[in-house]
Structures are given as C-alpha cells and as structure tokens.
C-alpha cells in the first residue's frame, strides 16, 4: 500500500501444500520472492525455501532434498523463460523508440535553387559581398594570379593606409 513511487522490493510469500504424494500431509513447502531494483532497469530476484513439518518423519531429510531439487530446476527453467521475453520485451521496446525516432527525421527536400547558399553555410563560407545569393561553389576556388595555382579567395577586410604613413 502506499504511493506506487516510494517502492523499494516487492516481496511474495507462498505456501504449497502436497496432497495426494506419501507423507504429503506431514510438510508444506514455503517460498518467499525478494525482488529489489538495482537500478532504473534491473532488478534482482532472491528466492528462498523453508520446508515446515508437522509431523515427524524418518524421511525427512530425503524430502527436503527433494523439495529443493525439484523447486531449483523449476525456477532455472522460470528464470529462462523470464529472460527469453524480458530480451524480446526490451527488443521491442528499441524497435518502437527507433520508429518513433525515424518518423521525427523525415528527410526535407531542399529546392534546388537553396542548394548552393545551404553548402556555402554549411561550409563556413561568408556570402557573397553584394548580398546577393552565391551559386555552389563547393568545387570553384579561387584562382591565384601568380602561376594559376588553385587558393581560397582572399576574404580579410581591405587594408588602409593612416595618414600619418
């Protein structure tokens, strides 16, 4: 009971009473299922056993044996099972949060009349000095009058002369 936020394990007690197997009535078989989170996706699961008799036994011993055997190979065969589906939960879950991701990124198709000023932008480039939209440049470059060899263009502010030079 209480705010469903402020748990911190749940805890789950069972009983097993054997009926219709010798010495049935002489015990029950009590489990207790500790499961605590260890962080904000795992959790951990401790599970334990207590064999209670009421009645006396030579055959003791050679029950509780068997209860634990039996109960230890039925909850292996349990924890598989539960991590086969929490797997395909989890696998699930990564395919809907992808969906979901791929929907919020459709492509946008970009006239092609932006296309050059886009590349100018995402490469850093300033525009153009008279304001008027660039064309792609993303293979012209500049061409250096001293030998024709490819640079970028000169684009640092004119420099002027004080008058006191």
Same mark, same amino acid.
């Given at each position: 009971?209480?705010?469903?936020?402020?748990?911190?394990?749940?805890?789950?007690?069972?009983?097993?009473?054997?009926?219709?197997?010798?010495?049935?009535?002489?015990?029950?078989?009590?489990?207790?299922?500790?499961?605590?989170?260890?962080?904000?996706?795992?959790?951990?699961?401790?599970?334990?056993?207590?064999?209670?008799?009421?009645?006396?036994?030579?055959?003791?011993?050679?029950?509780?044996?068997?209860?634990?055997?039996?109960?230890?190979?039925?909850?292996?065969?349990?924890?598989?099972?539960?991590? !086969?589906?929490?797997?395909?939960?989890?696998?699930?879950? $990564? +395919?809907?949060?992808? /969906?979901? *991701?791929?929907?919020?990124?459709?492509?946008?198709?970009?006239?092609?009349?932006?296309?050059?000023?886009?590349?100018?932008?995402?490469?850093?480039?300033?525009?153009?000095?008279?304001?008027?939209?660039?064309?792609?440049?993303?293979?012209?470059?500049?061409?250096?009058? !001293?030998?024709?060899?490819?640079?970028?263009?000169?684009? $640092? +502010?004119?420099?002027? /002369?004080? *008058?006191?030079?």
């Amino acid at each position: 009971k209480g705010d469903p936020r402020s748990i911190t394990g749940l805890v789950i007690e069972t009983v097993q009473v054997m009926s219709g197997i010798p010495y049935g009535d002489y015990f029950r078989v009590e489990m207790q299922h500790n499961i605590v989170p260890t962080s904000s996706s795992t959790c951990q699961l401790r599970i334990a056993m207590h064999v209670p008799f009421s009645k006396k036994t030579v055959w003791k011993s050679q029950i509780e044996k068997g209860a634990q055997e039996e109960s230890t190979k039925q909850y292996r065969a349990w924890v598989s099972i539960a991590k !086969k589906r929490l797997a395909e939960y989890a696998r699930q879950q $990564a +395919a809907t949060k992808m /969906a979901a *991701e791929k929907k919020k990124t459709q492509q946008v198709k970009v006239p092609a009349e932006w296309q050059g000023e886009i590349n100018r932008m995402l490469k850093g480039e300033r525009p153009p000095p008279d304001g008027s939209p660039s064309t792609d440049t993303s293979n012209q470059k500049a061409k250096d009058p !001293k030998g024709g060899r490819h640079s970028q263009p000169n684009t $640092a +502010a004119p420099h002027t /002369a004080d *008058e006191g030079e």
